[in-house]
């Protein structure tokens, strides 16, 4: 009862002083409290000019001037003349030292690129954030004040910087009814039924946020599509939206259901070679333009987990990818085609296993391994499609799991340009409640060497477009983002989404500085803090690895709302929605052979690449039970057999998350009140989960390798009945379920 | 373009600086801007004594040491020695002075009533915040801070204050899925998935809200109740939000499912008779308790809507509401069984008209009309029910409209505590976009006669238990609170919140003090600005009573969704769901005729009551159409035939909504841009929909009126189709919906 006083007393104080409730994100821009750094910017910064003419450049200069003023507690102002030690603003444009500056410095920054550049310039010593667009300014200057607030020295700046990716965006699974699919962190933020008539100030702070890390387009709607989405009262309140977003430079994306035609004009088909609907989707897109004349284009979801598509009429990817493509070249609008597809193949193969139980073991894997389809599918179209469509690819060629490698359609499609797709909120990852930084999950995949083009080939260098010379570049996030106070739910949450912003903008930051500076924004500068929370973040996601899914196993959560374990599910309707049909542990061991002794998904890929995992004795570890059916008994590198080693993964993932909360714990002076509490709670979640993964996958597994649980590890305090007699039927992320 | 640029700026600056998101309420306590004020506040506190030994006391003062340094910007802590000009807060258990004070003075406080008194004893100026309890004093306290936060002056005070009713009841139709009947501020603040694990911090935020304004009773769960609310699984989550509510005096109450021993436990009845079922119950609440000792006890909504009820096995509502009152009594629990019932009586006599067209002047009105059934259901149990029994019955006898007259039952049970049920959450109000102030409507049926006991038998004297001696009393709000950041979608939906606590305090407060001391608090003290703003919000129900349902009419909003206008439909599945039951038009006249000419509910009156309505020419016009069928041509005291009233009221609604904007626009310099400008837009959107009810409306009326809108009025601008055709799938608060 006591302790349960202090806390309440702790959060009162924290309601009448400055509520740290996460809303504000990594912009928080309090006064530097280091006296040093303090000392230094207030000496180097006497001034601002800043000439704006346009809305994109009048939000960077507030921004500018109003957390300039805030972190250096100095009130500054836009000054007409120029003195020494001024920072001054503008493209070429807008400011003649700009114009000077560019004029003798020779940048290649295209259209979003920005300078940040001591320079003296006619006697005065001046900071410089240049660039040739109205948006690269508003980037630089979310760049200069990510300098202040992570205490970088400014006496000698000389930043370059432009994106390597061109399109950076973030997909929103968010219906219209405000559920989110897969969101754990309360309802969508767009609240349509009262748009366009009212504009939530959260819709300028989202922008504010996007921009800050360089996010420049948003799909606002699920791609498990909703055709009302395209019917003018809708496109009014996009319209609204796409208003709000465009001086942040941000672009609009919908994505429209393929039935559209039929849904809202009673058209008697939706085949994409069919004129009338050719025409129709021409009329619809040139509507939508006339609202909002910068409008991205569509990401598109068809012919997979039930939504209608090309190959519903006998057409290919291809042609309805090229029909949208055709209707949106004119605006200069783009098509971003899933590759996420595995129904017909798979239902074909399956058909036999009806509603019942799935023996697994008994599929013909070789035509029916999931992890094929994807390339299966689009290998054979690479070249057919138009201009500008890009086909977006998970990161993984199964889905978004703690760990998978990477699609083999990367490096596979030498003439469609690829974007990537990573998913930001947890589905797989612990949800809301596990701290999980993703960012050394983005750079695994990121930095892996496809060998499309020789050595040297990595996804990233595929993505964007260095090694196949793409035109269109893009890369895409599924949004962590609801309506909850903090944004994300947990608040590392909001690291997920900061990551995938600045590696979008630059790939080849690497996870310790990414973490690093948003602690630094976030939180605090203070080093031992920083220095013990990116050791968590850091092996967070490896982590949960161990104790989801190590060595390689995947895809054994609960089946539809994918909380928690599940590992021994085998009567979900299709068999590819079972984790048996993942891990096929039997007697003998456990694991998926996809070699050529099984469903040759290893084929796929590269020779060299097939050559770091085709012989059990030598494959990397981490994919073992990805490509190997493993006997219990083999032996590891560790020099443990397989079960050991399963086991030895489970418990130092729960030991992991023991020692994250001891570290946590050490911290409490360092944090506000409210977010200490905040965490803590939710690692003491975490804790519980994880001994809920280890000893529900232990004990299930167990079943088959006959093994024991070596004897100096804790017991399980449950038995596996126990374990599967537990029901979440209000689990969050579910469609009509929140 | 360049508006919208300058909203961004002013959006920008606020984030930067101090948000007024309206997360705080009416708890912001900022440093007083009035130097006078400040003054005066300064000179007559020096310090703070505080005493406490418990959680609640510990609450209070945190509350009062924090508020108080921040309002007089001075820094205030606990002190052992008090000196002249001391605040002394306590019980006589606490504080030797309030023992003495209490000593000498005689207060009958009960168990949470409070005294405020400025006193000198010992030869110092004291202000003492005294009470017999705990809560009593948190109470105090807030009500203390409620003086500065209004700038009353603090030189002389006596206050002395007991809450009327002991049972002030929060009730929450919220679902486990996060989903609110009827919610349009987001979701539920519950985080069922999160608990027990994680405390939201806004459940602290919430109870300390809610003690501020003196409500001591949380209903958590809809009355539309699910059985799972009853697992243990989701107790020991029910149990962590009884915790954190428990030192802030407020008592957790569920919604039990009727069938819950048959959907949790197998049985195969759930005859309230049934001895099993009656140990099934016994046994569930001893569990409750077991968890939560405090626990306040159940809330029912048996045999209406669906839900299963005693006559389900052909048992009375005294039969089920006493099997749940004798499983509660050994713990001091309640029953509050709800009159809002419908459905048998009405399902036979409209049987015939199934699920087509519905001819609601075919129905045989003196046994159907719905304005009748809770009367006719309960009466006859009046003496019947257990001693820990409330009956709660709506505000109206049908289903909180804009206007209706108080229920019969209010005067009718004099042997039966009642309770009064009012709607925070503007179902039938205009939803989140609506400026509808509520206080007027909860005082004009608190206020009204019932005549139970004779003359000066109001209905807030029935129910505060004057009149007929209750030995339990209770009011009821439901909830109109979300997981938005500003918990009510529109900033002025909070004034209802408040509004409701205050009232169910003391409901001798007028609806203008209640408005002056929120704006104060929420706003700004300037007496400009609350002058200005108190007219838009005393005037603002009848404003929205004359756009949608003037002259008596109601239940004429959209089906299922109530949004908007939708008085032609006639199809909706049973007859009183349909708006053409409750209007009636015809080409002689509207209205519902319930004299003895036509249903007759107006003999479950007093006599006295009658008298006020029965006679068509002498009939409050507020209730004309409510009462009589009342011809196109009748003379109305006006000397306009009814139709041109109509015509009048419809017009003169809207044009207050456009006064409303004007007012508020010339208050910009008073208000924070944030919320000045959410207001502004939520005003435009109000007056939007008020001009759509109007056209609306008086289009399809006249199609049987036949006669002209006048000539002076501006005309509608579409036409009755239009309005028809209008549709709105994901309108919000709708279970599954949001």
């Keep these: 009862m006591k302790e349960k006083y202090f806390v309440f007393c702790f959060l009162l104080i924290s309601v009448a002083s400055h509520a740290e409730d996460g809303y504000r994100l ?5 006064k530097i409290d280091d006296p040093i750094t303090l000392k230094e910017y207030r000496n180097n910064i006497e001034g601002i000019q800043f000439n704006s003419n346009s809305p994109t450049l009048g939000i960077a200069k507030q921004e500018l001037i109003n957390d300039l003023s805030s972190l250096l507690d100095k009130k500054f102002t836009d000054q007409k003349t120029i003195a020494d030690k001024f920072i001054v603003a503008g493209t070429p444009l807008t400011s003649a030292i700009v114009k000077t500056f560019f004029s003798a410095y020779n940048y290649n920054l295209g259209k979003e690129g920005f300078v940040i550049s001591t320079k003296n310039i006619n006697g005065k010593n001046l900071i410089l954030i240049a660039a040739n667009s109205d948006i690269g300014v508003l980037y630089g200057v979310f760049e200069f004040l990510r300098l202040l607030q992570t205490h970088q020295s400014i006496k000698k700046i000389s930043i370059a910087s432009i ?4 399109n950076r965006i973030l997909d929103h699974w968010d219906n219209l009814n405000r559920t989110i699919e897969r969101g754990y962190a309360g309802i969508s933020i767009w609240n349509w039924h009262l748009l366009p008539g009212y504009i939530d100030k959260r819709y300028i702070d989202y922008a504010r946020a996007e921009a800050s890390v360089g996010i420049n387009g948003v799909v606002l709607t699920n791609v498990n599509a909703n055709s009302l989405t395209l019917t003018s009262e809708y496109l009014i309140k996009v319209k609204a939206l796409a208003d709000v977003f ?3 430079g941000i672009k609009v994306y919908l994505t429209p259901r393929f039935s559209a035609p039929i849904d809202i004009s009673k058209l008697k088909t939706a085949d994409p070679l069919d004129a009338d609907v050719q025409n129709w989707w021409k009329q619809k897109v040139d509507e939508i333009y006339s609202y909002i004349p910068d409008f991205g284009g569509f990401l598109v979801k068809a012919n997979s987990e039930g ?10 990817h291809a042609d309805g990818a090229n029909m949208f493509a ?5 605006h200069n609008g783009i098509v971003m085609w899933r590759a996420f ?5 798979v239902q074909k193969s399956t058909e036999n296993f009806g509603e019942g139980k799935v023996d697994a073991n008994a599929l013909t894997i070789a035509s029916a391994d999931r992890a094929k389809q994807a390339y299966n599918e689009f290998k054979p179209f690479d070249g057919k499609f138009r201009k500008n469509v890009l086909i977006q690819v998970k990161n993984g060629p199964i889905d978004f799991q703690p760990r998978e490698p990477f699609s083999p359609l990367f490096g596979a499609m030498h003439q469609t340009p690829l974007m990537v797709e990573f998913q930001l909120t947890q589905e797989y990852l612990g949800q809301a409640t596990n701290l999980v930084f993703e960012a050394p999950l983005f750079k695994e995949c990121l930095e892996t060497d496809t060998y499309a083009d020789g050595k040297g080939s990595t996804v990233a260098k595929v993505v964007d477009g260095t090694t196949e010379n793409y035109s269109i570049t893009g890369i895409a996030g599924v949004s962590n983002i609801g309506n909850e106070r903090n944004w994300t739910g947990h608040p590392f949450g909001q690291a997920n989404w900061y990551a995938f912003g ?3 903008w630059d790939h080849d930051l690497s996870s310790e500085q990414i973490a690093d500076e948003w602690l630094r924004q976030t939180f605090s500068n203070d080093t031992y803090f920083v220095d013990a929370v990116k050791k968590i973040m850091l092996m967070s996601r490896e982590t949960m690895v161990n104790y989801m899914t190590p060595l390689g196993l995947h895809h054994i959560m609960g089946t539809s709302h994918h909380y928690g374990p599940a590992p021994w599910i085998d009567n979900a309707g299709r068999a590819d929605w079972n984790p048996v049909y993942y891990h096929r542990a039997d007697l003998i061991g456990i694991g998926f052979e996809r070699t050529k002794n099984g469903s040759d998904a290893i084929g796929q890929y590269a020779s060299e690449v097939q050559k770091q995992w085709e012989d059990i004795n030598t494959c990397d570890e981490r994919f073992l039970l990805w490509f190997h059916h493993v006997a219990w008994n083999f032996k590891m590198k560790s020099g443990r057999t397989l079960w050991d080693e399963l086991c030895y993964k489970y418990y ?3 030991d992991s998350v023991r020692w994250m909360q001891k570290t946590w714990d050490d911290l409490k002076k360092y944090v506000d009140e409210e977010r200490f509490e905040q965490v803590k709670m939710l690692l003491a979640v975490q804790e519980k989960e994880a001994v809920w993964w280890r000893n529900a996958c232990l004990l299930y597994f167990q079943t088959f390798s006959k093994m024991p649980i070596p004897a100096n590890y804790e017991k399980p305090d449950h038995d596996l009945e126990y374990y599967k007699s537990l029901k979440f039927p209000y689990a969050p992320g579910i469609g009509g379920n929140l």
């Design 26 to 30: 990594w912009l928080r821009y309090d």
């Design 163 to 166: 994106p390597k990716i061109q």
């Design 246 to 248: 465009h001086p942040y």
């Design 307 to 316: 939504q209608p598509g090309p190959q519903t009429y006998n057409r290919t």
């Design 326 to 330: 055709d209707a949106l070249a004119p």
């Design 341 to 345: 597809v595995y129904d017909v193949r």
């Design 502 to 504: 600045r590696l979008a």
């Design 652 to 654: 130092s993932g729960v």
